[in-house]
């Protein structure tokens, strides 16, 4: 037996404004969490990798299902998830409490012209937060930007690199910070600073915005091949053997 059904057993089961008060908590509380958004292609690399196998472990985490192919997989599995909760939008909380809370926040991740867009969009929506700086997600030493951004004692860290690199970079600093929501954001940044547009609200509704983005992005088809449909389908291989 794989060790999927830990992982989808580890997910957040509640509803995502449940997930957004205990976020909102341990913000308030300055409680240290490392948010995993998980979807079938975090899983597949936490199945053969030993790092991410240890990170889910980890005190500090608290895993999302960010994928619907995460809530059906668990479904199929009997494991019964109430819904999808989204980087995206998790991202676009982070800030808003951010700047409700007058927290501290550092963006790692992201072309230098979404970063830039990115500080205008704090600048006059979020203007609120203690805002420490952010720095693009191309640089090459980013175990150094990482060691800088931890001794600014940020609250929230996000960091904007695709899975798994953001993960793993994480991880690795985990244990330099004392305090923080840290998060890994994929392309979300390229989203909320409005360089590239979200898929439109019926296929987030339908949940279908993994069929948004391989319109818009051809070339996600193979990836997405090679970790929804072929953890779909090892998922139902599973369920027919017990
Ligand atoms: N990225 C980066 N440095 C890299 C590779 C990627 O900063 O070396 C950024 C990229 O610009 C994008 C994000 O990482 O903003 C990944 O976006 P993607 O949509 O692929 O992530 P997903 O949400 O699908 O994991």
Request: some cysteine.
């Amino acid at each position: 037996m794989s060790n999927y059904n830990k992982y989808l057993n580890k997910m957040y089961k509640g509803t995502q404004n449940d997930f957004y008060e205990v976020i909102g908590k341990k913000l308030k509380q300055n409680k240290k969490t490392f948010i995993i958004t998980a979807n079938p292609e975090t899983i597949m690399f936490a199945e053969k990798d030993d790092e991410f196998q240890k990170m889910f472990d980890n005190q500090f985490t608290v895993v999302v299902p960010d994928g619907i192919g995460v809530v059906k997989a668990a479904k199929l599995s009997g494991i019964d998830i109430t819904e999808r909760i989204t980087g995206v939008d998790i991202a676009v909380k982070l800030l808003e409490d951010c700047n409700e809370l007058k927290k501290s926040l550092y963006l790692f991740g992201a072309k230098q012209e979404v970063i830039d867009a990115m500080k205008k969009v704090i600048k006059t929506k979020y203007s609120d937060i203690e805002f420490l700086g952010a720095t693009n997600g191309y640089i090459k030493d980013k175990d150094k930007q990482m060691e800088q951004i931890a001794e600014k004692k940020p609250d929230v860290v996000m960091v904007a690199l695709g899975i798994p690199a953001q993960e793993k970079l994480i991880y690795k600093h985990l244990d330099k910070f004392e305090k923080g929501i840290l998060i890994g954001v994929g392309g979300s940044f390229d989203v909320i600073s409005g360089t590239k547009k979200r898929a439109p609200k019926l296929f987030i509704k339908t949940n279908t915005e993994w069929l948004y983005r391989i319109i818009c992005e051809p070339k996600r088809l193979k990836r997405f091949w090679n970790s929804n449909v072929k953890f779909i389908f090892k998922i139902w291989k599973e369920k027919k053997k017990f």
